[in-house]
């Protein structure tokens, strides 16, 4: 593939015009003179017959031969009358041929010029001064063009071409680091015009795919140190998990040593306590594997099975449940709402909000719904505003909490799954207490 031809662009510009100008310039001289000798041998002619008409004229009008000789000469033509008796007035008679061009005509009137010869004579010698001449004046005018043009044209390409040297500048700015600059052309119709917009597109463009280079790298940094980040967090669950579920298994494998130690010579009361410390550690290791498996649906995107759920139908299972479990927590419940949403999950959330008020000592819980989900209200000692967000992360346990510490994480999982959130505050009322918010949205 050839490469671009840069050679100078006013030199260019420049002997093209000239050379414009060589061929024009001759064309346009040559049909001048052609017009100009064309327009001579008629005006010429047209005289020379306007000189015989008006002696035929005078003819008639009898007038003497030396007085019709007279009125009918003029400048640069000859006049010769000759009379049928052969006598001469005007000039001498000259041959026609060669630089004369002669008209002859016979008077048709007159009581001397009747039948007389007229003979008019003129020198085209000055017609081909005239055209040399015109030639000289042409090729020393057209020479004195082209000069002019060239000189013109040098000084004027500079202030014609001050927009490519104004994109140069800018691109060589750019190229040094220098960005943010551009041409902005006035008219955007023109070449010029068309060209400065199309650079300015392609430096908009051109930075523009710089700024997404360098957003996706402080992204790629970003998602970098947020895995590392995932990653950190990660190994402290799996250690806190084991941690967590070595408690219980340590109880398990006590017990059930206990049991073998003894056989058959253990009492019914050694045998039954032993049994249900075996019953309540297995219950809580199960209980701890189904949150953590929990929790990784919920990490790797919980599938809700979506429909219509009356949150006050809801609630007011959940107060049902509590009253029976709990008889002496006061429950009450007031709103109402319906949204779009997994009951099942809707329900495990809110029965974690009232069984967490339960356990930290509260003796009421009002269980709010309305357009905005579900508020859980309690009178227990409430959460310092440091802890707020502390309490949702993984196996973080509160100072009367009886579980793996899972359980507000996996509320906030399901709420977040459902395009909602899970928050809590100080209560509306000013009183002590804590206000667990669902946020979730009408239908």
Same mark, same amino acid.
Request: aromatic share 2%; charged share 25%.
């Given at each position: 593939m050839r490469g671009l031809r840069t050679g100078s662009l006013r030199v260019r510009v420049t002997v093209t015009a000239i050379a414009v100008l060589l061929v024009v310039l001759p064309i346009t001289g040559l049909t001048v003179k052609a017009v100009f000798d064309a327009q001579a041998e008629r005006s010429l002619d047209s005289l020379l017959t306007g000189r015989a008409q008006l002696a035929q004229q005078?003819?008639?009008?009898?007038?003497? #031969? @030396?007085?019709?000789? +007279?009125?009918?000469?003029?400048?640069?033509v000859r006049v010769t009358l000759i009379l049928r008796t052969g006598r001469q007035f005007g000039a001498p008679p000259v041959d026609a041929g060669g630089t004369v061009r002669q008209v002859k005509a016979t008077l048709q009137a007159g009581q001397q010029t009747k039948g007389a010869t007229l003979m008019l004579s003129a020198d085209t010698g000055l017609l081909a001064d005239a055209s040399s001449r015109l030639r000289t004046v042409l090729l020393i005018?057209?020479? &004195? !063009?082209? &000069?002019?043009? !060239?000189?013109?044209?040098?000084? @004027? $390409?500079?202030?014609? &071409?001050? #927009?490519?040297?104004? $994109?140069? @500048?800018? !691109?060589?700015?750019?190229?040094?680091g220098r960005r943010g600059g551009r041409l902005q052309p006035e008219r955007a119709d023109t070449e010029l015009g068309r060209t400065a917009a199309a650079f300015d597109e392609m430096l908009d463009a051109l930075e523009g795919a710089e700024n997404v280079a360098?957003?996706?790298?402080?992204?790629? +940094?970003?998602?970098?140190?947020? !895995?590392?980040?995932?990653?950190?967090? $990660?190994?402290?669950?799996?250690?806190?998990a084991a941690h967590e579920l070595r408690t219980p298994v340590t109880g398990l494998q006590t017990a059930a040593e206990a049991l073998i130690q003894l056989g058959p010579h253990a009492t019914a009361s050694q045998r039954e306590e032993l049994e249900l410390l075996l019953v309540r550690e297995s219950r809580r290791a199960g209980t701890l594997v189904s949150d953590l498996l929990e929790l990784s649906r919920i990490d790797a995107g919980l599938q809700l099975h979506l429909t219509q759920v009356d949150l006050r139908h809801l609630a007011d299972a959940q107060a049902a449940r509590v009253r029976l479990v709990a008889p002496e927590l006061d429950v009450e419940v007031t709103g109402a709402a319906t949204v779009t949403a997994d009951p099942e999950r809707l329900a495990q959330v809110v029965a974690n909000l009232v069984d967490n008020a339960r356990q930290a000592g509260a003796q009421s819980v009002h269980i709010c719904v309305d357009g905005t989900g579900v508020l859980v209200e309690d009178d227990g000692p409430g959460v310092p505003p440091p802890a707020r967000e502390r309490i949702f992360d993984r196996l973080v346990h509160g100072p009367n909490s009886k579980g793996a510490g899972l359980g507000l994480a996996i509320a906030r999982g399901v709420a977040r799954a459902h395009g909602g959130d899970l928050t809590v505050g100080d209560r509306a009322d000013g009183k002590p207490g804590a206000a667990f918010h669902l946020h979730l949205t009408a239908q």
């Open positions: 005078l003819a008639r009008q009898n007038v003497a #031969p @030396g007085n019709l000789v +007279r009125r009918v000469d003029a400048d640069g005018s057209g020479a &004195l !063009a082209i &000069l002019i043009t !060239a000189l013109a044209l040098v000084i @004027g $390409m500079r202030f014609a &071409l001050a #927009p490519l040297d104004a $994109m140069t @500048g800018l !691109a060589r700015s750019i190229a040094a360098r957003r996706s790298e402080v992204v790629a +940094r970003e998602a970098e140190g947020v !895995a590392r980040q995932s990653e950190d967090r $990660m190994r402290e669950f799996v250690a806190d």
